[in-house]
């Protein structure tokens, strides 16, 4: 018997062991092919003032009865995703769609299938002498054409432009598939023809340019004689046409200087001369043109006025044979065949900074200057002044194209496949999406609107959404 004011203690529980029942403080429990063994008191409650009314807690604590729903086990919190809110991981969105033969099916040598081109809804893959056009939007074949060379096409205004069998510049309508043979007869050379708008800019066998209307088929103008013989495909900047050219009376029409003519006529209006032969390389951006001068082993950038012909700057001289030429952001990326990359300003010429073991061309976007290090390390550095912005990034396998960007996204493509990683801190956003490029073409893929054509290794060609 207890003391005054203390509740006695409640009797222990009471097993059925014949049932399989158990009787708690009058509370039933199933306890089926288990032994159930309960031991201890239940406390007992607090003394209350008669006058106050008790008022029972939100959730009394006590033993569920028989008709409670059992309680869902604890589970432990998400592991921490890498991937950013609203960004879907890369999916395909089409294909793959066969272009070629795939490897080991065909007894002759394949030609290579390069990477596709793209314009407006159409995608164009170059295999040998046939055309592929492929509708971006859902991967749907369209007629094949067949070209007179192995040289790649070009698109502009709704139409491509190719040297068709007959040796002349044929054209396809994309929209409907109409095929022109030009005329008056005249040759695509390659290397020697561009299309501005709707103007195609090409080189005759005289070293003459001539623009001719795309959609009309007609000629516009053929430039003026010059002391000079032109050797490259021409470009347009600043109301103007601009091609590297050769002396008339020279031989082997090696580049030595950059001739200027005006758009609307053809007319010559200045010739910039240099000392040494110039690369093939050459770059127009905003008003100016960028060439290289070459004098084995050294090379160096002069920057021309488009509109008068006149000098801007000569940068110092480097070592090496040039690979390409980048221009973007202020800045001019020159990088030599030994891989050693020179920022140089766009101002005045002088160097930035310099950079060893880069082994593609320099992706400037947003601020930052993406380069591909021995190919394996993603770096972003500053474009003034090299250095880096986010902790060096290296991937296992091989990088095998310059990387890309998308809003907030950079994206790299190597032997693991494709990696998206975000463009403020360089982590990868998920593991890589599977895919592989294709081996023996050239180009790299064709990205339209946060979707990327590619060529794979199967001679396929797929569309993947970058998310």
């Known amino acids: 018997m207890g003391r005054t004011g203390e509740a006695p ?15 708690v403080h009058g509370h039933v429990f199933q306890a089926q092919h288990i032994t159930v063994t309960v031991v201890g008191t239940r406390p007992a409650p607090e ?5 106050a009314p008790t008022v029972p807690p939100a959730s009394p604590p006590h033993p569920p009865g028989a008709d409670d729903a059992p309680r869902p086990p604890a589970r432990k919190a998400p592991a921490r995703s890498r991937k950013e809110p ?10 793959p769609v066969p272009i070629g033969s795939p490897p080991g099916k065909d007894r002759s040598e394949p030609a290579p299938v390069h990477q596709p081109l793209i314009l407006d809804d159409a995608l164009v893959v170059r295999t040998g002498t046939q055309l592929h056009l492929l509708d971006s939007r859902d991967g749907h074949r369209r007629p094949l054409v067949t070209t007179g060379t192995g040289s790649g096409p070009l698109l502009g205004a709704g139409h491509l432009c190719f040297q068709g069998l007959n040796r002349e510049i044929n054209t ?6 109409r095929r022109h043979r030009w005329s008056p007869r005249l040759s695509l050379h390659e290397g020697r023809t561009s299309v501005s708008g709707g103007t195609v800019l090409t080189v ?11 959609r009309r088929r007609d000629r516009l103008w053929t ?46 209006h200045w010739l910039y001369p240099t000392d040494a032969p110039l690369s093939e390389l050459w770059s127009v951006s905003a008003g100016t043109v960028h060439v290289i001068e070459t004098a084995p082993p050294r090379l160096r950038l002069h920057a021309i006025d488009a509109a008068t012909g006149s000098e801007r700057w000569i940068s110092a001289w480097f070592e090496g044979a040039p690979a390409d030429l980048t221009v973007a952001g202020g800045t001019v990326f020159l990088r030599t065949q030994d891989r050693h990359l020179h920022a140089v300003a766009a101002e ?22 993406l380069l591909v290090e021995n190919a394996t390390t993603l770096a972003a550095v500053e474009p003034a002044t090299g250095h880096d912005m986010w902790p060096r990034r290296p991937k296992k396998g091989t990088l095998l194209v310059a990387p890309f960007v998308t809003a907030g996204a950079v994206h790299t493509i190597g032997h693991t496949g494709l990696t998206t990683r975000n463009a403020a801190t360089g982590r990868a956003l998920g593991p890589p999406y599977p895919m592989s490029l294709s081996p023996d073409g050239d180009g790299v893929p064709a990205l339209v609107g946060g979707v990327l054509c590619f060529t794979n290794a199967r001679r396929e060609v797929e569309a993947v959404s970058l998310g």
């Open 223 to 268: 430039m003026t004689e010059m002391d000079c013989h032109i050797v490259s495909a021409p470009r347009t900047t600043a109301g103007h046409v601009v091609a590297l050219g050769a002396r008339a009376s020279g031989t082997g029409r090696v580049p030595d200087r950059v001739a200027g003519l005006h758009e609307e006529d053809g007319s010559g």
């Open 86 to 95: 609203g960004r879907k991981p890369p999916a395909r969105v089409w294909g």
């Open 172 to 177: 396809v309508e994309l929209r409907t598939g």
């Open 204 to 214: 005759g066998p005289d070293g003459l340019v001539v623009a001719m209307d795309l």
């Open 348 to 369: 005045d010429g002088r160097t930035r900074w310099s950079a060893p073991d880069i082994t593609h061309p320099p992706t400037v976007a947003e601020g930052r200057v």
């Open 9 to 23: 203690h409640p009797p222990p529980a009471t097993i059925n062991r014949v049932s399989g029942h158990a009787t």
């Open 47 to 51: 003394p209350t003032a008669p006058t």
